[in-house]
């Protein structure tokens, strides 16, 4: 290609190059939750400043800017202190609490907020998958670190069944 060329159309100029993270894995409560949590999310990566705007971009814009988020301290120990997001800077608050561990709370200013179950990103498939499922039913009554240690605790069940037999 020659490089006194322009660009192809609807391409950046080489000095314009960006990276976006793509869609979110991500899965919600229909309507309003009545549980702990309004679904889950399962990011690539650990790198929250690559995650977030991928996530904040999924949801319903209806429901309100996200201008702050809480994760957990353990979960995102590099975690910055504000992240950007198209127009706006999102806020994030860093907890030690066990609560915490393996969630996210997504604060829409007045709007509301969004609690989710944090699947790590190295889970196997099959498993976030029943995560993303168990996290979003409407009828979940458990908390994030419940329901997380209830399908890792099936996990071990499986195996142990598929090396011991039925």
Do not use: F, K
């Amino acid at each position: 290609m020659d490089s006194l060329a322009p660009p192809a159309e609807g391409m950046p100029p080489d000095d314009e190059h960006t990276y976006r993270m793509p869609l979110a894995r991500l899965s919600l409560t229909p309507e309003s939750s009545h549980g702990p949590l309004d679904g889950a999310w399962w990011p690539r990566c650990d790198v929250l400043e690559l995650e977030l705007p991928a996530l904040v971009g999924s949801l319903d814009p209806g429901h309100g800017t996200v201008t702050r988020v809480t994760v957990g301290s353990a979960a995102w120990p590099d975690a910055p202190g504000t992240v950007p997001a198209p127009d706006h800077m999102i806020e994030v608050v860093l907890s030690d609490t066990a609560d915490e561990a393996h969630a996210i709370t997504l604060e829409c200013g007045t709007v509301g907020r969004w609690e989710l179950l944090v699947i790590p990103p190295d889970e196997p498939t099959g498993a976030a998958g029943r995560l993303l499922t168990a996290a979003a039913d409407p009828r979940n009554t458990q908390s994030a670190q419940r329901i997380l240690a209830r399908v890792e605790d099936g996990l071990g069940q499986e195996s142990g069944r598929q090396r011991n037999g039925p």
